[in-house]
C-alpha cells in the first residue's frame, strides 16, 4: 500500500509536469511560427517597396514556397497576404531592430532568446503600454487572422489580444466577443454609475471596466410580454451564456435571494461574486424603462447585503440595474446622493417569434433540408449538362 500511494502520488506529479512542459512547448511553437510569419511578412513588404513589385509577388512566391517546404502548411497566397498585413498593422506599435549586415540571422530564435539578445534581427519587445505583460507573440495565428478580418483600429486589436490571453478566449469565444461589440460596449465613454463617487479610484475604475452598455442577450428567445421573472429564469437556464457576457470573475451565488429589511422579506433577482473586485454584485432585472425608484430600492439591497454578508475582507458591494432602455440625465440625478456604488446598462434581445407565426414558417431543420435538397439537384443538373 506504501508503494501504490507513493506510486499515485509520483504518477500525479508526473502527469502535472509533462502537461506543463506540453502546453510551454507548444506556446514556444506557436511563438516561433508567428516569428517566422512576421519575418516573410516583413520581407514582402521592404522587396515591394524596394523593387516596386506589385501583388503578382505574392502568387509566385507561394507557389516556390509550397514546392521548396511541400510538408509544412500555412504558405497560401491567401495567408501570405495576411502575413504582409500583420506587420502594416503592427509595426508601429513594436520596435524592431536590425543586425549588423556582418552576421547571420536566426529567424526561429526562441521569443526570450530574442527578448534577451539585443542583436537579434526580430528583437520584438512587449507592448508594455497597451498590453503589460502580454505580447503579439501570445495568441494563436487564428486569432490573429481573425482580429485582421473583424476588428476595427489598432487600439481595439490590441484590446482584444489582451483580453483573450488574460481570459484564455479560443478562437470561437474570441469571435463572439466581436461580434456583439464588446469592445464599444466597454469603452462607452459616458456611462451610467456613481462608481466615480462611492468607491476608491482603483476599485471604480475596475467596476466601470467590468460594466457593459448594452448588455447583450441575444442569445434568449423571448416574447416581447415576457415578465422580469421569467427573464431571470432565461438567464440561470442559460448560465454558461450569461457568465460569458458578464465577463471573467463573475462567480454565480444565486437568483432570488432571500434578505429581510425590517419586518419585510426582498428577494435579490441575481446575485454573484466578483473575484477580482472582491465584492457581492447585486443584479436586478427591469422589463421596462429605467424609474428613479430602481436607484433607491437598490440602496437599500446593497445596505442589507453589505450589513448581513459582507465579510471584513469584502469590498463594498456593487449594485446593476439592467432596463429595456435608460434616460442619461434621469439616471444621473436618481443616483447622486445615494451612498452605495450603482450603475445602470441597458440589455438587448432578440424576441421569439409569435406563436401564431410559429407553425407558418419552415424550422431550422427544414430550411437545412432545402438547402440540401438544391445543392442536390444543381449537382444533378450539372452532370446531365456535362453529358448532353
Known amino acids: 500500500m506504501k508503494l501504490t500511494k507513493s506510486y499515485k502520488s509520483w504518477l500525479t506529479e508526473l502527469k502535472q509536469n509533462i502537461n506543463q512542459v506540453r502546453l510551454q512547448t507548444s506556446m514556444q511553437v506557436n511563438a516561433n511560427m508567428l516569428l517566422v510569419y512576421w519575418y516573410i511578412g516583413k520581407q514582402i513588404l521592404e522587396k515591394q517597396e524596394l523593387h516596386g513589385w506589385g501583388a503578382k509577388v505574392v502568387e509566385v512566391l507561394a507557389q516556390d514556397l509550397q514546392k521548396a517546404f511541400p510538408d509544412t502548411k500555412g504558405f497560401s497566397v491567401r495567408n501570405l497576404k495576411y502575413m504582409r498585413r500583420f506587420v502594416e498593422l503592427y509595426s508601429p506599435t513594436l520596435e524592431v531592430y536590425s543586425l549588423p549586415k556582418n552576421k547571420k540571422t536566426s529567424i526561429v530564435q526562441t521569443v526570450s532568446a530574442q527578448l534577451e539578445n539585443s542583436n537579434a534581427n526580430l528583437i520584438v519587445q512587449t507592448l508594455s503600454a497597451q498590453l503589460g505583460n502580454s505580447s503579439l507573440f501570445n495568441i494563436s495565428w487564428s486569432h490573429h487572422v481573425l482580429l485582421m478580418d473583424k476588428a476595427g483600429d489598432t487600439e481595439e486589436r490590441l484590446w482584444y489580444i489582451k483580453q483573450s490571453i488574460e481570459n484564455g478566449w479560443s478562437v470561437r469565444v474570441l469571435d463572439y466577443q466581436i461580434s456583439t ?31 457593459k452598455d448594452p448588455y447583450n442577450f441575444e442569445f434568449l428567445q423571448i416574447s416581447k410580454d415576457t ?33 429581510k429589511l425590517g419586518r419585510k422579506e426582498y428577494f435579490l433577482d441575481l446575485l454573484f461574486y466578483h473575484l477580482h473586485l472582491r465584492c457581492f454584485i447585486v443584479i436586478e432585472l427591469k422589463m421596462g424603462e429605467f424609474e428613479p425608484e430602481f436607484a433607491g430600492k437598490m440602496n437599500a439591497y446593497l445596505n442589507a447585503l453589505n450589513k448581513e454578508y459582507k465579510k471584513p475582507h469584502d469590498n463594498p458591494s456593487i449594485g446593476i440595474i439592467l432596463c429595456n432602455s435608460k434616460d442619461e440625465i434621469e439616471v444621473e440625478y436618481a443616483l447622486q446622493g445615494l451612498q452605495h456604488p450603482i450603475g445602470v446598462s441597458e440589455y438587448k434581445t432578440i424576441h421569439a417569434l409569435p406563436k401564431n407565426l410559429r407553425d407558418k414558417l419552415p424550422s431550422v431543420k427544414q430550411l437545412k433540408d ?19
Open 181 to 211: 461589440s464588446l469592445y464599444k460596449r466597454q469603452h462607452k465613454k459616458q456611462k451610467s454609475t456613481n462608481f466615480h463617487l462611492t468607491l476608491p479610484k482603483e476599485q471604480s475604475d475596475l467596476a466601470n471596466q467590468i460594466l
Open 227 to 259: 415578465t422580469e421573472r421569467e427573464l431571470e429564469i432565461h438567464l440561470t437556464n442559460h448560465i454558461q451564456q450569461f457568465l460569458l457576457e458578464l465577463g471573467a470573475g463573475f462567480a454565480y451565488v444565486g437568483r432570488q435571494f432571500k434578505l
Open 370 to 388: 432545402a438547402i440540401k435538397e438544391f445543392n442536390r439537384q444543381q449537382k444533378s443538373n450539372i452532370s446531365k449538362s456535362k453529358r448532353t
